[in-house]
């Protein structure tokens, strides 16, 4: 059973467009972070949110946090084509060693 | 330090046959996990070890599979008598947890792929 539900499950844009992607789930996190998987490689960690609402930025990437530490998006501004990936959430409950990862959400970027 | 290590990469078995995969973490690292995942979806975690201790065994873990981090150090997964439905990739990550500030962040390698004909 997945804890985190990611939307869309796979996304196609042209280069330059804006795109959000949303994590939700009904459980309470007390860390929650997103990761960047390519074909045939392990995910590897853009952020960690911590802070109910905390916002950060990495470039043209800005990750929130929700105000209930339940949920999170990701939004990318003036896509390129190597933001191509899949792109997964990841939360950890409060007082848990292991992390469960989202359902992804596939992202194509076209030049 | 190349980061984790695992093999092999590829791996294509018999339904009914065991297969046996090996993770060399971060040399540093103490945590050791195992996730799978199959095509499109997210990883789902199997195990994860602190030291040479395994504390956290999901329900995914049939007792055809066995983890085992006998010195701390690698880990093998070994999966017995095989079915198609163990076809995944199998992730290692490793992670450095101390007294202090933990920042939960995994490295993975990248992956066993397991086919069971």
């Known amino acids: 059973t997945q804890l985190l539900e990611q939307s869309p499950q796979f996304l196609s844009i042209q280069e330059g467009e804006n795109l959000t992607v949303y994590c939700n789930s009904s459980s309470v996190f007390s860390s929650l972070q997103w990761y960047r998987q390519e074909p045939g490689e392990g995910p590897v960690l853009l952020v960690t949110v911590v802070t109910g609402g905390e916002v950060k930025k990495l470039k043209r990437l800005t990750f929130q946090f929700g105000d209930a530490r339940k949920d999170s998006s990701l939004h990318i501004t003036a896509a390129q084509p190597g933001d191509t990936g899949l792109y997964l959430c990841a939360g950890r409950e409060s007082g848990a060693n292991n992390l469960f990862f989202g359902t992804g959400t596939r992202l194509t970027v076209i030049p | 330090d190349t980061g984790v290590s695992q093999d092999p990469r590829h791996k294509i078995t018999k339904r009914g046959q065991n297969v046996t995969f090996r993770c060399d973490p971060i040399s540093e690292h103490n945590r050791l996990y195992w996730y799978r995942q199959t095509l499109g979806q997210g990883p789902e975690f199997l195990t994860y070890?602190?030291?040479?201790?395994?504390?956290?065994k999901s329900r995914l873990l049939s007792d055809r599979f066995s983890a085992e981090r006998p010195k701390g150090s690698f880990s093998t997964l070994e999966i017995q008598r095989t079915e198609q439905g163990d076809s995944a990739m199998y992730l290692c990550?490793?992670?450095?947890?101390?007294?202090?500030?933990?920042?939960?962040?995994?490295?993975f390698g990248e992956g066993s792929r397991l086919t069971v004909l």
């Open positions: 990550a490793s992670s450095l947890r101390t007294s202090g500030y933990y920042t939960g962040e995994l490295f």
């Open positions: 070890f602190q030291n040479e201790a395994q504390l956290e």
